[in-house]
T-cell receptor, first 113, second 109 residues
């Protein structure tokens, strides 16, 4: 089955530690995205990538970094510079010409203690 | 700045019809999408309107008026499983999409 996988589903880290969230897709989509969702709020764009080896900052990129070395993979690193990293992180992708449809992974809930 | 406005909560009875409105103010506009998200889950795509008018998909319909910067999601024959959060989202250009804060729909028996 094609889809987007994110692991782990729940992640706990101590304050000051960097942590990397994985996102893998086998949909053969070029565009991939990372969003952050806080309780009772909408999704805010962190980074997006249109093609391999290229990515752009979204609205809240500070304290985050990404890489796009393979089409299938778009990992997100939450660095210690991110002031309030506890949130639900969602990875998404869409094929070219898809209009508004984005396919989402199941998400990773990160808690920084 | 850019913003999408939608009601924070809506309550309706099972079997009824409910409309969730979305007004937007963005620097670019390619189309308006709607997503459903159950608690703890990922958003799932419902519809996309690039042109004015009504799009129907089963019990769900979505409407867009570009001149009014306004759209809505219409849910008919409400079921308990429709209780969820609904987000409108605007594709502002290229690959970028902005999401509203979401409308929490409560369906009562």
């Amino acid at each position: 089955d094609g889809g987007i996988t994110q692991s782990p589903k729940y992640l706990f880290r101590k304050e000051g530690q960097n942590v990397t969230l994985s996102c893998e897709q086998n949909l053969n989509h070029d565009a991939m995205y990372w969003y952050r969702q806080d309780p009772g709020q909408g999704l805010r764009l962190i980074y997006y990538s249109q093609i391999v080896n290229d990515f752009q900052k979204g609205d809240i990129a500070e304290g985050y970094s990404v890489s796009r070395e393979k089409k299938e993979s778009f990992p997100l690193t939450v660095t210690s510079a991110q002031k309030n990293p506890t949130a639900f992180y969602l990875c998404a992708s869409n094929p070219p010409g898809a209009g508004g449809e984005q396919f989402f992974g199941p998400g990773t809930r990160l808690t920084v203690l | 700045g850019q913003s999408l406005e939608q009601p924070s909560e809506v309550t309706a009875v099972e079997g009824a019809i409910v409309q969730i409105n979305c007004t937007y103010q963005t620097s670019g506009f390619y189309g308006l999408s709607w997503y459903q998200q159950h608690d703890g889950g990922a958003p799932t795509f419902l519809s996309y309107n690039a042109l004015d008018g009504l799009e129907e998909t089963g019990r769900f319909s979505s409407f867009l008026s570009r001149s009014d910067s306004y759209g809505y999601l219409l849910l008919q024959e409400l079921q308990m499983k429709d209780s969820a959060s609904y987000f409108c989202a605007v594709r502002t250009g290229g690959f970028k999409t902005i999401f509203g804060a979401g409308t929490r729909l409560f369906v009562k028996a």
